[in-house]
Structures are given as structure tokens and as C-alpha cells.
T-cell receptor, first 115, second 112 residues
Framework: DAGVIQSPRHEVTEMGQEVTLRCKPI?????LFWYRQTMMRGLELLIY????????DSGMPEDRFSAKMPNASFSTLKIQPSEPRDSAVYFC?????????????FGPGTRLLVL | QKEVEQNSGPLSVPEGAIASLNCTYS??????FFWYRQYSGKSPELIMF????GDKEDGRFTAQLNKASQYVSLLIRDSQPSDSATYLC????????????FGKGTMLLVSP
């Protein structure tokens, strides 16, 4: 089975540009999570969806960040305008709640560098 | 503020030794606990989970849970250089939660 797929794997952009990160969750999973990882702050949850509906976006740092999940097999995280402090690795993860457990599986991540 | 605490390390052990990684959590209602391994430049990979007090073994890995002490650990027996990675502890705070709270991870270095 294919795991979580993310694209692009690497993104280098200039401050002020729009950045769009993409994620395809594992087929059949009903939860999708967007995380950001930095050395200083570790792994931070930005937003998560259940059955394509955003449930909690309290981790989104600013209005410059937005996320959508138009269908069960696709989600985007958009940063507009981007800033150097947005440089980080962005992970998408998906899970299926079963028997009371929420086991998350991570994609390979997108390394974002904003110059 | 629900927190998961881990010693950042690095924890250095010689090849063949037992590595012991520890994690404490703040929410007494937490119900399930996960260990992820993350190699440098890679994504977190699930190793195992535990939700009952006691030990759970999977190959060279043993997870230990003590809910009264709010403590979970991961033992790696016969440590190999390929085990060198950062180990992330993650906690699901309860049946009403669908998210995991992650610790910042412990770096493990296994020397040949």
C-alpha cells in the first residue's frame, strides 16, 4: 500500500511568494494532520481534518497560513505571503481511528526554505 | 497546558547494550502512548504503541507504561548502530481526542 504522499519534497522560495504544499493521505484514513517541525519547537500540530472537515486550526500560526481538504484524497497547506521564519519541514500525517486508537502515519515531508 | 517531556540527549550507548528512553506526560487522563523513530532528514516512523499498564514487547523493543507515575519508556535491547536516531514519544490524551501530543524527542547514538 502506498503511504502518505507529499509534494513537493523540497521548496525554495523568496520572501513574499505564495507556497502551496500538497498531501495525499492513505486511502481509507479519515483523519489528516498538518505538522511543522523545527529544531527549536519540535513537531507542532497546525491543523487537522476529520472526514474532510477542519476540526481544529488553533495551531495555525497566522492568517498567512490556510489549509483545505476538498476531498478524501487530497489536502493543501498554503502560505501567502511566505516569510523566512516559515522555513521548516512540513509533514502531513493520516490516521484511521480504530478500537479507540489513533495511530498516525507520516508522509516524507516538505522541506521549505524561504529566503 | 498538556505536555510531554523527554530528555533531549544525546543518549550514547555501545553496540549490544540496552538503551532506555524515557517520557513523562502531564495529563492523567491520557490513554494511549506511541513511540516514533525519526532518522535525520526523514519523517517519524511508528515503532509501537501501548495503552495498558505494564510491558509490551515487539522484537528488540519493549514499551513500558506506568499510568500512576505518568511515565512511559522504550527499551531497545542489543542496540545496533542503525538504531541511532531521534525517538519521539507521543500521547493521545483520551477518547475525546483525535490528536497526539509529541515530545521533542531523545537522540540516541549507538557506537560500534
Amino acid at each position: 500500500d502506498a503511504g502518505v504522499i507529499q509534494s513537493p519534497r523540497h521548496e525554495v522560495t523568496e520572501m513574499g511568494q505564495e507556497v502551496t504544499l500538497r498531501c495525499k493521505p492513505i486511502s481509507g484514513h479519515d483523519y489528516l494532520f498538518w505538522y511543522r517541525q523545527t529544531m527549536m519547537r519540535g513537531l507542532e500540530l497546525l491543523i487537522y481534518f476529520n472526514n474532510n472537515v477542519p476540526i481544529d486550526d488553533s495551531g495555525m500560526p497566522e492568517d498567512r497560513f490556510s489549509a483545505k481538504m476538498p476531498n478524501a484524497s487530497f489536502s493543501t497547506l498554503k502560505i501567502q505571503p511566505s516569510e523566512p521564519r516559515d522555513s521548516a519541514v512540513y509533514f502531513c500525517a493520516s490516521s484511521l481511528r480504530a478500537a479507540g486508537l489513533v495511530t498516525q502515519y507520516f508522509g516524507p515531508g516538505t522541506r521549505l526554505l524561504v529566503l | 497546558q498538556k505536555e510531554v517531556e523527554q530528555n533531549s540527549g544525546p543518549l550514547s550507548v555501545p553496540e549490544g547494550a540496552i538503551a532506555s528512553l524515557n517520557c513523562t506526560y502531564s495529563d492523567r487522563g491520557s490513554q494511549s502512548f506511541f513511540w516514533y523513530r525519526q532518522y535525520s532528514g526523514k519523517s517519524p516512523e511508528l515503532i509501537m504503541f501501548i495503552y495498558s499498564n505494564g510491558d509490551k514487547e515487539d522484537g528488540r523493543f519493549t514499551a513500558q507504561l506506568n499510568k500512576a507515575s505518568q511515565y512511559v519508556s522504550l527499551l531497545i535491547r542489543d542496540s545496533q548502530p542503525s538504531d541511532s536516531a531521534t525517538y519521539l514519544c507521543a500521547v493521545n490524551m483520551g477518547s475525546g481526542y483525535s490528536t497526539l501530543t509529541f515530545g521533542k524527542g531523545t537522540m540516541l547514538l549507538v557506537s560500534p
